[in-house]
DNA sequence: GGGATTTATCGTCATCTTGACAATAAATCC
DNA sequence: GGATTTATTGTCAAGATGACGATAAATCCC
């Protein structure tokens, strides 16, 4: 960090965070309706200015709070990457900092800080164009969309999308959803519970469904343990791949 | 990005780079001396402040540039990862976003803009402790060094740290020298020239080596285009992987 | 000059993984 | 209580991988 001859600038710094769900078997991500100029109406990421004193992470999940009005946000965050500072914002030069957030499906209340509308929306929508994003926004979901795709191949960040216990199905199905492919459930089953430190059985089924029980998994130790550590896919050889 | 109602804080932001080549078979990084304080005598990362008007991978390639004294740096170069801005310099808080550089062996001049000595060290001395580098700048050399790894395994990047052209075996001692693993030469020769879209004969070979006269290869088109790109491990199933 | 040495390249074979798909198990639905 | 639905276990052929033998084509060394 040596210093340049020429005047440092300072910029201000934002977070934006790519929350990805999957409600009844679509992937959906989550987007607010901007109620001040710029792109004011436009839909935009949930996100907002890193404060004094703040890590990125901690700016985040906070924007994230206070944007959905939930308590604590569940899931997996993780950082994306930055964008800018040059021309992204008609307002000057704004460096931001990508965050993509592997969520359960929870409720959103549109009562945040910023009185911005929250919702969920199928990202089906936004990549075929029926909506769009403000600022560089669908550049930086498209990035979000293709992380998360990968991160699925070599990490058991799948079952981030679940809650605590899950059935195999509903773990194929976060696959599926996310890769937009159909997964074979007879092999699908063979991979992940033929993947060593993986899944674990809960030694409880689920009931009332129509169908057969389905047994209950939660993550093993080992691989809520390698969640946030990077995935070699030689340490971690892929747990799913999708077809075609 | 919508606004904050706390004042939005303005940071100094910097760009690092983590600079790694091949030099006789042992990986190395790019480190600079400290010349003045904080950290004053000791290693660091290349980089510097990010100007008012610039572009991250711009200000990363500048910086780069000035304190090798290279003309144009070669080689892939692309983003890794933002740090801070909280409690990582003395001075204050400023956030940096590190990049990472997979070159040929180039030679660096020592009389960039800021006098510092520049220069290529084995990583081998900075994992073991040998060479302490200022900042955080050693958990951002960690991650590159993880980073760069997991690249090598689904991505056509080994051929960065190479020349235009190259050998097999020379291709080989890159995938030794990053991994820290040995690789056999029959499989790893099947694995790279059968892989579709991955190098491409050049015709000529090279002479006056000892053993055989070796093919020289270059980069195929499909794999050029594909840098850059995120690399799917279903769209670039493996190039190579690791042993043990 | 000519065998020893070195490096590159081609083959072989057993093992593991994967994809396609049959068959069985255990619940609900009607 | 059979039809239907979903879960789970197996089977099998094809492809990928790791270990390693054998050959090719240079230089090295005396």
């Not at 990421?45 to 994230?64: C, H, K």
């Not at 946000?73 to 704004?94: F, I, M, N, T």
């Not at 169908?211 to 939660?218: M, T």
Request: net charge negative; hydrophobic share 40%.
């Amino acid at each position: 960090m040596p210093e340049s001859h020429t005047q440092p600038a300072r910029f201000p710094v934002t977070v934006d965070v790519v929350a990805l769900t999957v409600r009844n078997d679509a992937l959906h991500v989550l987007l607010i309706t901007r109620l001040i100029e710029p792109f004011r109406g436009m839909l935009a990421l949930p996100g907002g200015f890193v404060l004094a004193g703040e890590d990125l992470a901690t700016a985040a999940s906070r924007e994230l709070a206070e944007e959905t009005g939930v308590g604590r946000v569940p899931g997996h965050l993780e950082q994306l990457a930055s964008y800018g500072p040059k021309g992204r914002d008609p307002r000057g030069d704004v460096l931001t900092v990508a965050h993509l957030l592997l969520a359960p499906d929870f409720p959103v209340l549109s009562a945040g800080s910023d009185a911005e509308h929250v919702a969920w929306y199928p990202v089906s929508h936004v990549l075929d164009g029926e909506l769009q994003l403000a600022f560089d926004h669908e550049r930086i979901f498209a990035d979000a969309l293709e992380r998360a795709r990968s991160k699925l191949e070599y990490s058991p960040l799948g079952a981030a999308f679940c809650g605590e216990e899950f059935t195999i199905a509903q773990l194929r199905a976060v696959y599926e959803a996310v890769w937009g492919t159909r997964l074979d459930p007879r092999n699908f089953h063979r991979k992940a519970t033929g993947t060593p430190g993986f899944l674990e059985e809960t030694g409880r089924t689920t009931a009332g469904d129509a169908g057969r029980p389905a047994a209950l998994f939660r993550l093993a130790r080992e691989a809520r343990m390698s969640i946030g550590q990077p995935a070699r896919a030689v340490l971690n050889p892929p747990l799913m791949r999708p077809r075609e």
